[in-house]
């Protein structure tokens, strides 16, 4: 149990010290660790889209581009791009290329579609 605590502390102090180093370039951050909505390192502009988002129970974000995972739920507002991975419900507010999968809803607000 201490072992498992001490890796999830490192994994949340390199994700707080890395959104700093990208928080100058853009609105991309490398990831985000969020327990609950509102209890998360997403510190900060609400408009950033994340590359790695591990929600412990669940989480709200902005937008993905890469891998979001959460035991319960993952809810974006905006575009998804990657995979989602969900226990209960994934949910986007924008379109998503890529793969959603859970145990019960995935849920795309805006459909992709291609043209050509």
Known sequence: MKRNIKIISIIVF??????YLL?????TRIGQVSFIPGFSTSIGSSERTNIISL???????YALKGAEIGSLFNLNRQNVSGAQLAGL????????????VSGLINTIYK??????
Not at 89 to 94: R, V
Not at 111 to 116: H, K, N, P, V
């Open 111 to 116: 459909a992709y579609s291609w043209q050509g």
């Open 14 to 19: 390199f994700l707080i010290g890395s959104n």
């Open 55 to 61: 929600n412990i129970l669940g989480g709200y974000q």
């Open 23 to 27: 928080r100058a370039q853009d609105n």
């Open 89 to 100: 419900l994934n949910y986007t507010g924008g379109q998503t290329i890529g793969a959603q």
